[in-house]
């Protein structure tokens, strides 16, 4: 996802003069032919991402459009504060794009691990959330959102789903169809649920807009796989619900992420993975059992 990120931005910033790109020390060696030819709008920071922040918000009173990135705990919850009142407050655009959300990197530690970052952003008032469940749909995101007056977080995997297609503007694409309920898979989620799924008379649904939510699109899509509708979560277990209104008056809804406790243990990302309860086996037995209930 790095590269079509670079990809875009690149191409997008040579275009259009508005844009600005802050680095919070990743990204320089991806984004250094950019920065050769327009230093003026490509800054490395360094791990100061409160200031980095704070100097993006005053690039967007001034009429820029500045893109921010780096890793999801230290772009989002170490700077939330600035998030909240440099651009929400003030209402001003800013495209925040992290990588490594939840436990991608899995070696090091709590440090760089983020399963909270989507509600923390989230609860800023007119935000939008996109998590793309891979490289196709991901460029078609960022042509579309980069250069709009909002305020929006991209949240990128470092384990992009080979399965993800560009679902439109509405943010959702129906994998498969089934009669018993809908498993709506979020972004990189996609690779997983449909490990889990396989087999079962569930339809499944892929979205990599998570704010505003497609729930008329969901409930839509959902049309004939009964009243049970799962979220598959690659945050924090129940945290799509913050973003949901009236769609759990009309269905019951349940909801499988990560697990809220700290993962104290270091290793690759599928045994982090088990520890979460995001893994293909504890997702088709969870799946299995709200099928019967």
Do not use: C
Not at 115 to 134: C, K, L, N, T
Request: proline content about 5%; cysteine-free.
């Amino acid at each position: 996802m790095r590269k079509v990120f670079q990809e875009v931005v690149s191409e997008k910033m040579l275009a259009n003069e508005n844009l600005y790109l802050l680095l919070g020390d990743i990204g320089v060696f991806g984004f250094r032919t950019i920065a050769e030819q327009i230093p003026s709008r490509v800054k490395n920071m360094g791990i100061m991402e409160q200031a980095m922040v704070s100097f993006a918000s005053g690039i967007a009173k001034m009429g820029g459009v500045p893109i921010l990135h780096s890793i999801a705990p230290f772009l989002i919850e170490r700077p939330l504060e600035q998030i909240k009142v440099d651009f929400g407050y003030q209402g001003l655009p800013g495209k925040f794009v992290s990588v490594g959300g939840s436990f991608d990197y899995s070696h090091l530690g709590g440090t760089h691990h983020a399963a909270g970052d989507v509600a923390s952003f989230g609860a800023i008032p007119d935000s939008e959330i996109w998590i793309p469940a891979g490289n196709k749909d991901l460029k078609g995101m960022l042509q579309k959102e980069l250069e709009t007056p909002k305020l929006s977080y991209f949240r990128l995997s470092e384990r992009p789903s080979e399965y993800a297609i560009d679902p439109g503007p509405v943010g959702i694409s129906t994998i498969t169809r089934g009669s018993r309920l809908t498993v709506v898979a979020i972004g990189p989620m996609l690779t997983e649920a449909l490990e889990a799924t396989k087999g079962l008379d569930v339809t499944l649904l892929s979205i990599n807009r998570i704010k505003p939510l497609p729930i008329e699109e969901i409930i839509k899509a959902s049309s004939g796989s009964a009243e049970k509708i799962i979220f598959l979560e690659p945050y924090y277990e129940g945290l799509t619900a913050i973003f949901i209104e009236d769609l759990a008056w009309s269905h019951k809804v349940r909801y499988i992420g990560v697990r809220k406790s700290f993962l104290h243990e270091y290793g690759n990302f599928e045994h982090l993975q088990t520890l979460a309860g995001l893994d293909p086996t504890s997702i088709r037995q969870r799946i299995e059992l709200a099928m019967n209930n």
